[in-house]
């Protein structure tokens, strides 16, 4: 049966995903901090992979898709992935230290799609290097979101968990 910590965690991670329907900077948005926070919070695998994959799914209904998403997505679960190993380490540094990590394997994995895949560079190393390179703007504001959004939610989680006896957990993820 479904908690009130529950309710919460899947109101939290959907409210962050429809920040990302407000206009913002270029790649400042919440998607690594939702991916994290499921991972890291929900109770149940499946449920960590389902509730912040659909909130996904629902704001890119909206926003739109483009031909490599499959990577955005593919990238997504690995960094929920990276939020299930997160469980009784929520502290600020592992926290922040797989935000940055999970930074760079959006940017990594997703950039090398789009030298692959998309047609704008020459596919030589050089090419690779022109295309990393042309993205690391966005990798800036990426970087900078990923950081805001996760102590928004890990942050702001904690501090109704202090607040709010009923939303406290034991931490523990059944296998």
Do not use: K
């Not at 962050?16 to 329907?21: N, Q, S, T, V, Y």
């Not at 593919?74 to 380490?89: D, E, K, N, P, S």
């Amino acid at each position: 049966m479904p908690t009130r910590r529950l309710y919460v965690l899947v109101l939290l991670i959907v409210a962050a995903a429809f920040m990302r329907l407000m206009p913002h900077p270029a790649n400042f948005v919440p998607i690594t901090a939702i991916a994290l926070f499921g991972g890291a919070y929900l109770p149940d695998r499946r449920i960590a992979y389902l509730v912040p994959l659909g909130a996904l799914v629902l704001s890119d209904l909206w926003l739109g898709f483009h031909a490599q998403m499959w990577l955005v997505y593919a990238c997504f679960m690995a960094v929920v992935w990276i939020g299930t190993r997160l469980q009784g380490h929520r502290g600020a540094l592992p926290v922040a230290g797989a935000a940055v990590a999970s930074s760079v394997l959006f940017y990594l994995v997703t950039n090398l799609g789009v030298w692959a895949f998309a047609g704008l560079y020459p596919h030589t190393l050089e090419g690779l290097l022109v295309c990393y390179v042309a993205a690391i703007p966005f990798f800036h504001n990426a970087l900078l979101g990923d950081l805001f959004y996760v102590g928004l939610l890990f942050g702001g989680f904690s501090l109704l968990e202090r607040r709010m006896s009923q939303l406290q957990g034991a931490g523990a993820r059944p296998a």
